[in-house]
């Protein structure tokens, strides 16, 4: 039986399930996609910040224009496309003209060719970690001060997403984040084209346990945030598995099956896996991508209320 993290504070907190619209679109199939998020009962409407996607201001005060229910974000900014002065506006903007729904996540970008297509310094991890710390601390001070033209609608402040699993990035989530995401994968050493690695379910006890330690201190836990990547609803657990693991040589099966990012099996196997992971980790909010929208939602909706 896996040995459960190191406890923390206790998390009281409902599920909230968001998706992440990854895919371009035209505008009358954006609206339509983020009218099914919101009829199939997301919680959370959320787009990425990469070159070759939408633009994830528009594309947010749009989802607003069409959806009543579901907050909106960013999941991530890369934080080496802004300074704090642009995003501030940015986001004091897009927080009004969506009425105070607004969830702003923020990260380090990993993905060199996206830094050299903007003309873009990329900077080395460390550095990149460093203008990530500069812009949410510009961030808090410009958005906070009442002179800030214009005001967000929020208060005391649009929450603030950050995610990451690196030592550096855990401690600027436990110092800032109202919501510290956890992406159950790694950029691989070395590599610059986003080219990711998943975490084990031990590995991921670690992170989570450190990142704990580093926010006792705090007033308010933070929401706990994963990133799953793959959500199949089969009978047969290992026939879906099987295939993936070409691209994870170094796992068995059964370790693939138990990678936090991957929700595998009958919809009754995948809310047993979600109720575990809460235990274990504490995740109370959970991201899916686009692709798997649909597959997820029945898994959701066994779980409100639990």
């Known amino acids: 039986m896996p040995r459960p993290v190191q406890p923390g504070p206790v998390q009281s907190r409902p599920f909230r399930f968001a998706v992440n619209l990854?895919?371009?679109?035209?505008?009358?199939?954006?609206?339509?996609?983020?009218?099914?998020?919101?009829?199939?009962?997301?919680?959370?409407?959320?787009?990425?910040?990469?070159?070759?996607?939408?633009?994830?201001?528009?594309?947010?005060?749009?989802?607003?224009?069409?959806?009543?229910?579901?907050?909106?974000?960013?999941?991530?900014?890369?934080a080496g496309f802004w300074n704090p002065a642009l995003l501030a506006r940015e986001v004091a903007t897009v927080d009004?003209?969506?009425?105070?729904?607004?969830?702003?996540?923020?990260?380090?970008?990993?993905?060199?060719?996206?830094?050299?297509?903007?003309?873009?310094?990329f900077g080395s991890p460390g550095e990149r970690v460093d203008h990530l710390r500069h812009l949410v601390e510009e961030l808090e001070r410009l958005l906070s001060s009442p002179d800030h033209v214009p005001q967000p609608v929020q208060r005391p402040r649009v929450p603030l997403l950050i995610g990451g699993?690196?030592?550096?990035?855990?401690?600027?989530?436990?110092?800032?984040?109202?919501?510290?995401?956890?992406?159950?994968?790694?950029?691989?050493?070395?590599?610059?084209?986003?080219?990711?690695?998943?975490?084990?379910?031990e590995q991921l006890d670690e992170r989570v346990a450190r990142y704990r330690r580093l926010a006792e201190g705090r007033k308010e836990p933070a929401e706990l945030n994963l990133?799953?990547?793959?959500?199949?609803?089969?009978?047969?657990?290992?026939?879906?598995?099987?295939?993936?693991?070409?691209?994870?040589?170094?796992?068995?099966?059964?370790?693939?099956?138990?990678?936090?990012?991957?929700?595998?099996?009958?919809?009754?196997?995948?809310?047993a896996q979600v109720l575990a992971q809460r235990e274990r980790y504490g995740f109370t909010y959970l991201t899916v991508l686009e692709a798997s929208m649909e597959a997820f939602a029945p898994v959701m909706a066994q779980l409100r209320g639990r």
């Open 22 to 78: 990854t895919a371009a679109a035209t505008d009358a199939d954006w609206r339509a996609k983020c009218r099914q998020a919101e009829e199939l009962g997301y919680d959370v409407i959320l787009v990425p910040d990469h070159l070759g996607k939408v633009a994830p201001f528009p594309a947010l005060v749009a989802a607003a224009e069409v959806t009543e229910r579901p907050r909106l974000g960013t999941f991530v900014l890369n």
């Open 96 to 121: 009004a003209l969506t009425g105070g729904r607004l969830e702003l996540g923020l990260g380090t970008g990993y993905v060199r060719s996206e830094h050299d297509q903007a003309g873009l310094p």
């Open 165 to 201: 699993i690196g030592n550096r990035m855990l401690e600027l989530s436990a110092e800032y984040a109202d919501i510290a995401a956890f992406t159950g994968a790694t950029l691989m050493p070395g590599n610059t084209t986003g080219k990711l690695t998943p975490t084990t379910a």
């Open 227 to 271: 990133l799953i990547q793959t959500v199949v609803v089969t009978d047969d657990r290992e026939a879906v598995a099987t295939p993936f693991l070409h691209r994870l040589p170094d796992l068995t099966l059964q370790q693939a099956l138990e990678l936090p990012i991957m929700l595998i099996g009958t919809v009754e196997e995948l809310v």
